[in-house]
T-cell receptor
Framework: GQQVMQIPQYQHVQEGEDFTTYCNSSTTLSNIQWYKQRPGGHPVFLIQLVKSGEVKKQKRLTFQFGEAKKNSSLHITATQTTDVGTYFCAEYQAGTALIFGKGTTLSVSS | DAGVTQSPTHLIKTRGQHVTLRCSPISGHKSVSWYQQVLGQGPQFIFQYYEKEERGRGNFPDRFSARQFPNYSSELNVNALLLGDSALYLC????????????FGPGTRLLVL
């Protein structure tokens, strides 16, 4: 099965700067989920997007699902050191198999 | 409330050996999924079990097998271990089987020497 592509692979920012990671697919996605994994930790669910053009916010995090449902983005405003980790997008294939992208690793320096 | 628990936390095996990893889902969750995460990569789907039946299987060899018990806990078995099986093995639970939010456990770190 196809895998969602994430860019960039790594991103380093100064605390207070914004950060965006992108998730792209060559085919239409039924839905997209975003997870965060802290260093040495396990993935933690952030959000699920289902509708075309959907935008959801969680405090400083903004999630978007493209109009064609082939891409998604996660934007963090004014990063903090607590935002450090790897952010994964994931899509369900055949309803039961959650397929993860390779992730974007964010580092933040204060 | 207790989250997903996995045991053991760490494990060292040698090539050719067999390993059994265990997972207890969140209370009330009926689905358990297993993932393999190699360093620097995203989790790779291995299996999903729902109501004791296999509902999904990823692209892994037959050396990998799993089962789910009546109390919804699960075991992942890997036979004839290879060096490449060294990874973090994650278990995730969800209430239902289809396109649900996955709640991950802390994982079992397996090192094959």
């Amino acid at each position: 099965g196809q895998q969602v592509m994430q860019i960039p692979q790594y991103q380093h920012v100064q605390e207070g700067e914004d950060f965006t990671t992108y998730c792209n697919s060559s085919t239409t996605l039924s839905n997209i989920q975003w997870y965060k994994q802290r260093p040495g930790g396990h993935p933690v669910f952030l959000i699920q997007l289902v509708k075309s053009g959907e935008v959801k916010k969680q405090k400083r995090l903004t999630f978007q699902f493209g109009e064609a449902k082939k891409n998604s983005s996660l934007h963090i405003t004014a990063t903090q050191t607590t935002d450090v980790g790897t952010y994964f997008c994931a899509e369900y294939q055949a309803g039961t198999a959650l397929i993860f992208g390779k992730g974007t690793t964010l580092s933040v320096s204060s | 409330d207790a989250g997903v628990t996995q045991s053991p936390t760490h494990l060292i095996k040698t090539r050719g050996q067999h390993v059994t990893l265990r997972c207890s889902p969140i209370s009330g969750h009926k689905s358990v999924s297993w993932y393999q995460q190699v360093l620097g990569q995203g989790p790779q789907f291995i299996f999903q079990y729902y109501e004791k039946e296999e509902r999904g299987r990823g692209n892994f060899p037959d050396r990998f097998s799993a089962r789910q018990f009546p109390n919804y806990s699960s075991e992942l078995n890997v036979n004839a271990l290879l060096l490449g099986d060294s990874a973090l093995y994650l278990c995730a639970s969800s209430f239902g089987a289809l396109q649900e939010t996955q709640y991950f456990g802390p994982g079992t770190r397996l090192l094959v020497l």
